[in-house]
């Protein structure tokens, strides 16, 4: 009853803030992503006799009951899985992903991803694609979208159950092989906000989320239409449009979340700038500091070389659409 | 036919952005502001024969015909005083601020009121201070408060021609003396984006702009009841928000207007902080990067102390509730 899987983190084109379901992680609009290669969390599960209590280490450090992680993520989501599948073992879980986490890079999205996959295999659950994409998003809300690969849809579904609230690929990862992503790191730094919490203060108080939901079905349709059409321009607008209308509702939620800090708009303010002057690319950010340039293949090496006068800046990660989760023979403990 | 002016700057603690009348610059909300004393424009204004052609010197620059400056803000002003005046003599005007000019700091403000001053006694049309604040306005929205010492709301008005939409004082500058705005210059380069045109394309384009409109008029009951009251953590919450509603208006426009550069976000992110941990002040920004900080007298020194640490910071200015607009026998030429 022991098996890895390794899934790719995803970057949100139209964004997810708001659950309709607390519980359950029903969101209150469809979403749609691009999973990327080569950010992953990689994750050990195995359940047996021999595990008195569920033990989760993540990048090397134990969370232990008492921690948010241990109690509102990992023990949820466990007795979850020992309810429905009707195996009552206690489960030790060890992961590790290649980028840091808590730093708005949606960590649990790639780590509940590699979880239900690689619990799908140890309990032999059998589970289709679809319904591992259901079973990720108990753990995380855009786990829903790592499981698959390429261009992906959230669809939120509409029963009280969330037995239709599950992802489909829109288009496979060589579907569009010239799309980039260049993530800028501009913090390391743990973010304060987690996104659990978050949305649901704006869906509380921002006095814009109700114009925030109005406009998200037309986003999605653009999204798409411009994905299946290979349309930069279309694509990137939409993203860089919905990302500043998730933002907005976040800093109008009160207690103000601002997740931007001077590497943020540093960023920002280039790529508007750049694009004024002809080179086409947009930002899209997430719950977080970091700000994620779309660009062209052709264009990655002109971005990169002016991202180096970018002085707040720590890093940056070229990354292409990717693969979906699935297993892997190598197991972490 | 000579006269001069001094009229301080305003800071909107409830802000006005959008028109509902672009000839006649009706606003779409009313909005309250604080008159700040010490940072103003020196205005002298002469009307006569030997002028041929209107003359602008701003802060030592002459700005001529073609430049949006004379055409569209001091022309169209001139040409409207001589069409009510009946007075149809070409006019030179000086004007000078003792602060950077289009920083964000509404110089236009000042330096309509001090127009609209100065004209009032150059041409001896003997208008009341109503009246001169609904003249202000034909020059710039923000003017029609800068008439007016200490807190002033500018009441939107219901009338097609206007004649209704000018400020009131709520109370005089010493009503409330130990209230503190530390203005925060966090960059002195000249803005890209004007206010005329940004407000525009916000009514135009973004999709929350309709909430915002929708927010306001409690925000207007909440300033006005804590200004009444002294009640700082009441103007102080209002303000900020309403502050943070307007900008999510505005990176929501298309195309994204983002005033923020690095230093705002700091001094953002700062306030936030120190809020948190009880030293109790909280932001506004208008359409620049310039944070102002509001604050108790009591807790100026702190504040300053602290804002030393902030490495974006070009300089700070301390700034209390000011008189309103009024003559001085000092001219400029």
């Known amino acids: 009853m022991k098996a890895s899987a390794i899934a790719n983190l995803n970057i949100a084109l139209v964004k997810y803030w708001g659950k309709r379901n607390k519980e359950l992680i029903l969101p209150k609009n469809s979403s749609i992503s691009v999973t990327i290669e080569g950010l992953f969390s990689h994750t050990t599960v195995e359940f047996g006799e021999e595990y ?4 989760f ?22 007795n979850f899985v020992r309810q429905f599948s009707k195996i009552n073992f206690r489960a030790k879980i060890v992961s590790k992903n290649n980028f840091p986490p808590a730093a708005g890079l949606a960590s649990s999205a790639a780590g509940f991803a590699a979880l239900a996959t690689a619990i799908n295999k140890a309990l032999n659950l059998a589970l289709s694609q679809t319904e591992l994409s259901i079973l990720a998003r108990r753990g995380s809300g855009s786990a829903t979208r790592s499981i698959f690969g390429g261009f992906v849809e959230w669809r939120k579904g509409v029963k009280e159950d969330g037995s239709d609230s599950s992802a489909v690929q829109i288009v496979p990862p060589d579907y569009w092989p010239d799309f980039r992503i260049l993530i800028c790191l501009t913090s390391k730094k743990e973010k304060k906000i987690k996104s659990r919490a978050g949305m649901e203060q704006t869906v509380k108080t921002s006095p814009y989320y109700r114009a925030w939901l109005a406009t998200v079905d037309e986003d999605l349709k653009k999204a798409k239409k411009g994905i299946l059409e290979k349309n930069f321009t279309l694509v990137g607008k939409t993203a860089e449009e919905n990302c500043l209308k998730m933002h907005a509702t976040m800093i109008t939620t009160y207690p103000p979340i601002i997740y931007w800090n001077e590497g943020t708009i540093e960023v920002i303010r280039s790529v508007l700038n750049w694009r004024e002057g002809g080179l086409e690319t947009y930002f899209t950010i997430d719950a977080g500091p970091q700000v994620k340039i779309l660009c062209k293949e052709l264009d990655v090496s002109e971005v990169k070389k002016r991202l180096k006068n970018i002085k707040t800046l720590e890093n940056t990660i070229l990354a292409r659409p990717g693969r979906g989760a699935r297993i892997t023979k190598r197991h972490l403990f």
């Open 57 to 78: 280490v993540l990048d090397g450090k134990e969370f232990k009951r008492g921690s948010e992680e241990y109690d509102e993520y990992i023990e949820k989501f466990l």
């Open 52 to 55: 008195k209590d569920d033990i």
